[in-house]
């Protein structure tokens, strides 16, 4: 759970499941099952937008993923229908359509099951042949969300696999994947993006001396 937020017909519930953002609708009649906002992609990242009044029916949240640019929904309560207001404007041009992204687990050497956000070219092949750019950051408890960032697209549009490695000593699966990245269980961090890497080549998704990372702050020059 990383947030509440308080209505007068209901009260919503922010938080991660399997270390992804989840939004959901408790009403306080008792008896009502939660309401679990859905999302169209397998990787996103998604929070409630501002929401001034309390008597709210229409929820303004915002949404983004690895291929969507930022977009601002309104979120119908009773309906559950989601409407796009607004999409961030790509001055250069873009299509989505022309870009996939997934959401992979792969097992490091304790068993342990990382998750990996990835995103890549809609026609780019399984069989090793293509780069790939990994990334991770794995330290003070920050989640690094799989967003929108106009700064890969020249990556993507030259044939590369652009992968997040949610590895531990960040927060992104909760409070014990921090701890168990951390202090004496510091070496679970480098070995998760060691192992992150193998999977990856063993998979199919790139190969050796095809794979670049890099592991450092959000913002970091």
């Not at 990242?45 to 601002?72: C, F, H, I, K």
């Not at 531990?168 to 480098?190: I, P, V």
């Not at 060691?194 to 998979?203: E, N």
């Amino acid at each position: 759970m990383t947030g509440v937020d308080c209505f007068r017909d209901f009260f919503i519930v922010d938080g991660r499941e399997d270390g992804l953002d989840q939004i959901e609708i408790h009403r306080y009649e008792e008896g009502i099952a939660p309401q679990r906002i859905r999302f169209p992609e397998a990787s996103y990242d998604a929070g409630l937008g501002n929401n001034p009044e309390y008597a709210m029916q229409v929820l303004r949240v915002g949404y983004e993923s690895m291929v969507t640019p930022g977009t601002e929904y309104d979120y119908d309560v009773a309906t559950g229908e989601l409407t796009t207001l607004k999409v961030q404007e790509i001055p250069s041009g873009y299509q989505a359509a022309k870009y996939r992204t997934e959401r992979l687990k792969i097992t490091a050497r304790d068993g342990t099951q990382v998750p990996v956000s990835i995103v890549y070219p809609a026609d780019f092949p399984r069989d090793g042949s293509r780069p790939l750019f990994l990334y991770a950051y794995g330290a003070y408890g920050y989640a690094i969300p799989p967003g929108f960032s106009t700064g890969r697209l020249s990556l993507l549009d030259r044939g590369f696999a652009y992968a997040i490695a949610h590895i531990r000593g960040g927060d992104d699966l909760g409070q014990q994947w921090y701890l168990d990245g951390k202090l004496e269980k510091r070496t679970n961090t480098f070995n998760d993006f060691v192992d992150v890497a193998k999977g990856l080549i063993a998979d199919g998704w790139t190969s050796a001396g095809r794979i670049a990372i890099a592991g450092r702050r959000p913002g970091a020059n």
